[in-house]
């Protein structure tokens, strides 16, 4: 039976969802927006089949809804759809605390299968470095640091960036939130976190009412330390994983290309060059995940009470 499948925002990141579906299969994808300049730039981009509201959308009874609209949407979105099919919803699964577990008791409550957009885990530089904590290379893992960093300005440079929900609070905006995938991936590697602490800052370079600076630190439940850098102000775009462990050290470093083991006393050795890899690669490995899940052959990577959690987590951590 063909599947259905409703894409809910058609800017940059739903329009990527619409391509890699179109590419994974003979589904048949619908798409609205209640922008009507993103609604056609989507079908001209991907010749998808545009819907004039989400009432008609819903009425052609689609297995699964993605939702890949404005972060400060998401919670209600989801609490209107759970009762109707299951969901992909892109990150952050709210722009609160609150929000974010009214969404998930929906999803409970509906028993809805529902994936919150964790792509970073789908990379395979990513990849290779979670395979080579499995596989023992760097013993015991005592330390995992993260780091994220771009210059907002030049993220969407066809846009004023003043605008862009990255610089709205009313949005769901700032750099906890926009970047809450590197908390997922060193949840995903140090486990559960506990003991945390950290600041949200402005320095005022930008201009903007969020936050362009945050850092993390703590303890996770299996007693990995660990430390998440966040920032819209690095002039150079930055974002990179480090896992100490008790006999090596390994770094996956996305600008660079390159997963790499280091250890005393050798060179340090390249587990994965992607250098030359497709970046798009990693969202349709997600989509592919997706799918198994709406099949019953997996458990969602990363479920809306795992993404709830980490949204509250944002929320606690204060302004300096």
Request: a negative charge; glycine letters at 8%; aromatic letters at 8%.
């Amino acid at each position: 039976m063909e599947r259905r499948f409703l894409v809910i925002g058609c800017g940059s990141i739903g329009r990527r969802h619409i391509r890699n579906l179109q590419r994974l299969g003979a589904f048949r994808i619908l798409a609205w927006d209640p922008d009507p300049v993103q609604v056609s730039e989507a079908c001209k981009e991907t010749s998808v089949e545009a819907v004039p509201s989400l009432e008609v959308g819903l009425a052609a009874n689609p297995d699964a809804c993605f939702i890949c609209s404005p972060t400060s949407l998401h919670a209600q979105q989801v609490q209107t759809l759970a009762p109707r099919c299951h969901l992909f919803v892109e990150k952050p699964l709210a722009a609160d605390g609150a929000s974010a577990a009214a969404a998930a008791a929906a999803v409970k409550a509906h028993h809805r299968i529902c994936l919150v957009a964790c792509n970073l885990r789908f990379h395979p530089g990513v990849a290779a470095l979670k395979e080579a904590i499995g596989s023992g290379h760097i013993g015991k893992v005592l330390l995992v640091h993260a780091e994220f960093g771009y210059y907002l300005p030049d993220w969407r440079p066809w846009q004023d960036y003043r605008d862009a929900y990255s610089a709205r609070r009313d949005l769901g905006g700032g750099i906890l939130l926009d970047a809450i995938h590197e908390l997922d991936l060193v949840r995903w590697i140090a486990g559960n976190f506990r003991d945390v602490q950290g600041f949200r800052a402005t320095t005022g370079t930008l201009g903007i009412e969020t936050e362009e600076i945050a850092c993390i630190q703590g303890r996770s439940a299996e007693d990995v330390y660990f430390q998440i850098q966040l920032d819209y102000l690095q002039r150079t775009y930055a974002r990179r994983c480090k896992v100490v462990g008790t006999e090596g050290t390994l770094i996956w470093d996305l600008p660079h290309g390159q997963t790499l083991l280091l250890r005393p006393g050798t060179d340090p050795v390249v587990l994965r060059d992607f250098r030359q890899a497709d970046l798009n690669q990693m969202y349709i490995e997600e989509l592919r995940h997706f799918l198994d899940c709406l099949e019953g052959h997996s458990a969602p990577a990363q479920n809306a009470d795992d993404a709830a959690d980490l949204v509250k987590l944002a929320e606690t951590i204060p302004w300096i």
